[in-house]
């Protein structure tokens, strides 16, 4: 799908307007719960985890960084490989 955004001219005058855009959206969702890891990852346009992780940090975005849970999720799955 595609959504139009009217950006007022001092904004829209930014070399990369749209992907500013594009990751102001991203980040509020995540950082709201509307969106989820995998769904902002893909939003960007990241390959990997780590490269989301990597963003959401030079964003200052903790909320729902790599947490307790997700650790011992992979503890545990790093358990039952052996």
């Given amino acids: 799908m595609q959504i139009t955004v009217e950006l007022p001219?001092?904004?829209?005058?930014?070399p990369n307007a749209a992907r500013e855009a594009m990751e102001a959206f991203a980040i509020e969702g995540y950082r709201s719960g509307?969106?989820?890891a995998y769904?902002?990852?893909?939003l960007l346009g990241f390959d990997t985890r780590y490269e989301?992780?990597?963003?959401?940090?030079?964003?200052?975005?903790?909320?729902?960084?790599?947490?307790?849970?997700?650790?011992?999720?992979d503890a545990a799955g790093f358990q039952r490989r052996g």
């Fill in 9 to 14: 001219d001092d904004l829209a005058a930014h």
């Fill in 52 to 73: 989301l992780d990597g963003f959401l940090k030079e964003h200052g975005v903790w909320a729902h960084a790599y947490s307790v849970e997700d650790l011992e999720k």
């Fill in 34 to 36: 509307a969106l989820s």
């Fill in 39 to 42: 769904q902002t990852r893909v």
